[in-house]
């Protein structure tokens, strides 16, 4: 079957560096994407990875290793502002998005 | 208005009830998902139009029933739904796809159902 894991749920202080990482096993891949959903929002798109390597937007970055199934999303400089669920997803041979169940990023001052 | 819009934003039913929930999408896009996003569950893809016709129908109950009567609008109804229905249904579009494609999906709000 197809799988997405990222861990449930992570706490970090402002100011500071935090890693999010999904690891993924797809029939296929095309692709991988991570959103930002704060509470009661709608996701919106963060990042898009296809070829290995790291990606640099602003404070955050996206990394994909596709010979590991592995991706994280770093977000620097954190702050309250992104206290949020971070949802990871891949997009498989038949472009299909399989989606992880997210991951709820708690900032403490 | 721009992006994507969902009404209602909160639905409360009882289980003999019919309703409607309807999605809008002012970015030209020709792509039109449906979602479920139940608490610590991954995003359940329910169904997607592509320029209006139905491409991907998830074995979802048929108490669910999709319509998209053009491009830009998206009604899912619902009617005698069960208390496990409960969830946020969230729509998103994209420019094209689902097939072949890798464009982005944007959404709306999602409306917070809640079945009595």
């Known amino acids: 079957g197809q799988n997405i894991d990222q861990p449930t749920e992570m706490t970090a202080t402002e100011g500071a560096i935090v890693q999010i990482n999904c690891t993924y096993q797809?029939?296929?891949?095309?692709?991988l994407f991570w959103y930002q959903q704060h509470a009661g929002e709608a996701p919106t798109f963060l990042s898009y990875n296809v070829l290995d390597g790291l990606e640099e937007k602003g404070r955050f970055s996206s990394f994909l290793s596709r010979s590991k199934g592995y991706s994280y999303l770093l977000l620097k400089e954190l702050q309250m502002k992104d206290s949020a669920s971070y949802l990871c997803a891949v997009l498989d041979s038949n472009y299909q998005l399989i989606w992880g169940a997210g991951t709820k990023l708690i900032i403490k001052p | 208005e721009t992006g994507v819009t969902q009404t209602p934003r909160h639905l409360v039913m009882g289980m003999t009830n019919k309703k409607s929930l309807k999605c809008e999408q002012h970015l030209g896009h020709n792509a039109m998902y449906w979602y479920k996003q139940s608490a610590k569950k991954p995003l359940e893809l329910m169904f997607v139009?592509?320029?209006?016709?139905?491409?991907e129908n998830n074995s979802v109950p048929s108490r669910f029933s999709p319509e998209c009567p053009n491009s830009s609008h998206l009604f899912l109804h619902l009617h005698t739904l069960q208390p496990e229905d409960s969830a946020l249904y969230l729509c998103?579009?994209?420019?094209?796809?689902?097939?072949?494609?890798?464009?982005?999906?944007?959404f709306g709000p999602g409306t917070r159902l809640t079945v009595l």
């Open positions: 139009y592509s320029l209006e016709e139905r491409v």
């Open positions: 797809t029939s296929g891949f095309n692709g």
């Open positions: 998103a579009s994209s420019q094209d796809g689902p097939a072949g494609s890798t464009d982005t999906q944007y």
